[in-house]
């Protein structure tokens, strides 16, 4: 087959098997589509074809970069990234790839690359001071823990660790005495969050003794990533903790919805509960309103869009759900103390002044 | 098609609802109650001969068994009240230590389809329980079911305590996923049925021999 | 230290389950007619102690001993109100066992009746009545649900949304064939395509079959052909039983030897199953004799 990818004074059919090669081998390892540069300026990606959860091929797309880009056109005129996604929605819906391990496989390299987030703020960050940052960052977590948002609380723990090693360096003594601390705040925090005492001491038991036997910074920060999740089951699956698990559906929710019009309505008609309920539970479980919530979700990510990116403010804007980019401006300030502009500038400049 | 023989079509399909209305109907037009019964027993031959021959599954059976006792309910006290009785009485059982009812229940069914008087003893059933039975019913046969190989043996009990109290005027047919025909020789039984289909085919000719 | 995730291990290996676990209990004393689940509660011991022979026999996971254990399946011994306790427990002394290098795998059966139009019950009550006991199971600390020796698609389609609704953990699901002609059928008459679609379809993640009426070992390995091309991406299990049983002076022989599952396993895998364990009759020494065959 791949001789049809040939064209006479084209790129010979060895270095496409090879381009094609990592598209489908990235794709499979970070249960994603990968889109490579082929030769020729060729953009491609592919989605991993698996039978029997074994890699047996990949269904290859591509388009040249002259067709992206026509002459004059600096925006392209094809969303890729649509398309990767679209591709992979396609394969897993007909179950010609196996879903669930890919979802796994994206899990583990978000919370990777979580981490490297943090560990790039921190370097940004590092003037100043430790406690201060740790301090500010543990209530964040206790409150995800709380609320059983398991997705922010992986996110603060690994802002949390890449702080406290990045600190520590060598001392791993006192590494372990913090972990330790950090361990029973953890689960203490779990049993006001409605998990059950027994199976969160057991945990906490098991935990400390497992904590004494490792030696090493490579297993204690995976090791402290899993504890946190086995503490979110404890929460997650306790029987009585139906609202919490009802409210972590609305908050997933709304993550994924977050760019369009999304009203406290749609969230509670989407987890199948009545608004006004609705509200009540969300209050109860969060502590904030669903506005409070939807506008503070809104306001991360769009500050973690101004640093990581180079979109401009109004996309940025667009992108996470404010139709009118003054407003935008003015709640960020609200928010940050900043305007996403001066955010974005003093963020990337210290980000340069570091590498 | 006569209401006779949509009758018999209601059952075979599974309509509850039509086999009820049918019924009364075939009732309140007096109609002889031996041919609404024959009807009755016809559909539920032709789902047996099915079943046997992988044609239609658990699933169908258990739905036309319903029509059919939607029907059977309505004529039953019209038989009682003719004085028609069943030509044929069975006993039915799941042996000691085994809960499993699922093809004890199927075989009932098929039988009370059939024309039979069932006398289901439900789970779990001693050999005492049995005897007791087949003293006060005086069946003319009595299944045994068992899924498990662990209880199969309790059949063997069964039917010594049977023999044992003079009660041989009962044929003993057995039945249940582990059972085998050398199964039923070995320990004596007069009859083994692979599936619910064939039970009534069994118990047909047992009673006529 | 921690436990790899079951799919991702699962994508790299062949991995193997443990075997029978009713007939060690009645092995161990227990009567026929007895609830063995409630063994859980009181003679947790016993239990404990089979788990570990299969561990020890190089099983990859242990079963948890809750096949029987919905609300209606407990009702036929009385024990109605002891689905919580019953799993939780059954959990914990697996876990017990296990540790940390193995994986717990919950067990959920057929709850022993029909759903409508069949029988009585609809498809919210079965659901209410396999949610009880998952969020049990999950309590006592489950690595993974299994939904085994099944018939109905619409009944193991309930039992597996329970799963799924309750925990982001793999969910497994299997049913019992039997030969039906020359064609393989649960008692349904549903065809591996058709039950496995179904799973599929509900969120499954591991399928295939256990148990089984009437088969041989080359019949388990026509089976797994089959299982293996209807489960499209997802990974196929498959627990035989030691062959057909046969009686034999009044007693219940299963057939095959270990070394004779022995075989049949490297069959298994080279039909492409990726979870092998056993079924009715297969005990440690089997298990034991599988692992070897798998090295």
């Not at chain 1, 709380?146 to 990045?166: Q, T």
């Not at chain 1, 005495?177 to 006001?192: G, P």
Request: one cysteine or more; glycine letters at 8%.
């Amino acid at each position: 087959m791949q001789q049809a990818y040939d064209w006479p004074g084209g790129p010979t059919g060895a270095l496409w098997t090879e381009v094609l090669g990592r598209a489908v081998s990235e794709a499979a390892r970070w249960g994603e589509p990968v889109v490579q540069y082929g030769p020729a300026g060729v953009l491609c990606w592919a989605a991993p074809l698996m039978h029997n959860a074994q890699l047996r091929g990949a269904i290859v797309a591509g388009i040249a970069e002259s067709v992206l880009f026509p002459t004059g056109i600096n925006e392209p005129i094809f969303d890729t990234r649509r398309a990767c996604v679209d591709l992979l929605d396609r394969v897993e819906a007909a179950n010609l790839t196996n879903a669930a391990l890919l979802q796994h496989r994206r899990d583990e390299a978000q919370r990777e690359q979580h981490r490297a987030y943090a560990l790039h703020a921190f370097k940004r960050e590092a003037s100043t001071d430790l406690r201060r940052v740790y301090l500010r960052q543990e209530p964040e977590l206790l409150a995800a823990i709380r609320r059983g948002d398991r997705g922010a609380a992986r996110i603060v723990l690994n802002h949390i660790l890449v702080i406290v090693f990045g600190a520590a360096g060598e001392r791993f003594d006192l590494l372990k005495s913090f972990s330790m601390e950090l361990v029973a705040t953890v689960c203490r925090t779990a049993v006001e969050a409605g998990a059950r005492p027994e199976q969160v001491l057991g945990e906490n038991y098991t935990a400390l003794q497992q904590l004494a036997e490792i030696e090493d910074i490579e297993t204690l920060s995976p090791w402290l990533c899993d504890l946190l999740e086995r503490v979110m089951d404890t929460i997650a699956h306790h029987p009585d903790s139906a609202a919490t698990m009802l409210v972590n559906r609305a908050l997933q929710h709304m993550r994924e919805q977050m760019s369009g019009p999304l009203g406290r309505d749609d969230v509670a008609a989407a987890v199948h509960v009545s608004p006004a309920h609705f509200s009540r539970l969300f209050r109860r479980v969060t502590g904030q309103s669903f506005s409070q919530t939807l506008r503070s979700m809104r306001l991360d990510e769009a500050a973690r869009l101004l640093v990581q990116t180079d979109r401009p403010v109004g996309r940025i804007a667009a992108e996470t759900g404010f139709v009118d980019a003054a407003h935008f401006t003015k709640s960020f300030q609200r928010h940050t103390g900043q305007s996403p502009t001066a955010y974005r500038q003093a963020r990337q400049k210290a980000s340069v002044e570091h590498e | 098609m006569s209401e006779l023989e949509q009758l018999t079509e209601a059952i075979r399909k599974g309509d509850r609802k039509q086999a009820g209305q049918l019924t009364e109907t075939l009732l309140d037009a007096e109609t002889d109650l031996e041919q609404v019964l024959g009807a009755m027993v016809t559909a539920m031959d032709d789902i047996g001969a099915k079943f046997q021959r992988n044609e239609i599954f658990v699933p169908e059976m258990l739905i036309a068994a319903r029509a059919m006792s939607e029907a059977m309910n309505l004529l039953e006290p019209r038989l009682i009240a003719a004085g028609i009785k069943p030509k044929y009485t069975a006993v039915i059982g799941t042996v000691q230590g085994d809960l499993h009812d699922i093809g004890k229940n199927l075989v009932a069914m098929m039988w009370k389809g059939a024309g039979f008087k069932v006398v289901d003893l439900g789970t779990n059933v001693t050999p005492a329980k049995f005897v007791e039975a087949a003293r006060e019913h005086t069946p003319h046969v009595i299944g045994l079911s068992a899924l498990l190989t662990t209880t199969m043996p309790a059949m063997k009990s069964i039917i010594t305590a049977l023999r044992e109290a003079g009660l041989n005027g009962s044929k003993v047919v057995i039945g249940g996923a582990p059972i085998t025909q050398s199964y039923a020789d070995e320990i004596g039984a007069d009859a083994y049925a692979s599936d619910a289909g064939s039970a009534v085919d069994v118990v047909r000719q047992l009673v006529a021999a | 230290m921690s436990r790899e995730n079951l799919l991702e291990a699962l994508a790299g290996r062949v991995l193997l389950c443990d075997g029978a676990m009713g007939t060690q209990l009645i092995a161990a004393g227990l009567e026929v007619g007895v609830c063995g689940e409630g063994w859980n509660l009181d003679h947790a011991d016993c239990v404990e102690a089979i788990h570990r022979r299969y561990l020890d026999a190089g099983c990859d996971m242990v079963t948890t001993n809750t096949f029987q254990a919905t609300r209606t399946a407990l009702a036929m011994h009385g024990l109605d109100d002891q689905v919580a306790p019953i799993s939780q427990a059954a959990a914990e002394l697996a876990r017990r066992a296990a540790g940390d290098a193995a994986w717990v795998l919950g067990d959920v059966g057929p709850f022993g009746g029909f759903l409508e139009p069949m029988g009585d019950v609809t498809i919210d009550q079965l659901h209410d009545i396999f949610t009880e006991q998952i969020a049990a199971l999950d309590a006592g600390g489950v690595d993974a649900v299994i939904v085994e020796t099944m018939s109905d698609p619409a009944e193991s389609a309930t039992a597996v949304r329970a799963a799924k609704t309750l925990a982001n953990r793999p969910v497994i699901a299997t049913f019992a064939f039997q030969k039906a002609g020359d064609r393989m059928l649960t008692m349904m008459g549903t065809d591996p395509a058709a039950a496995l679609a179904a799973v599929l379809d509900a969120g499954a993640d591991i399928v295939g079959a256990n148990c089984g009426t009437g088969l041989d070992l080359d019949d388990y390995v026509r089976l797994a052909e089959q299982l293996v091309d209807a489960a499209g991406s997802a990974p196929v299990i498959l627990q035989a039983n030691a062959g057909s049983p046969v009686q034999r002076d009044g007693q219940t022989h299963f057939p095959a030897t270990p070394n004779d599952m022995a075989r049949a396993v490297r069959r298994f895998r080279d039909a492409g199953v990726r979870l092998i364990g056993g079924c009715c009759g297969t005990t440690p020494e089997h298990l034991a004799a599988m692992r070897t065959a798998l090295m």
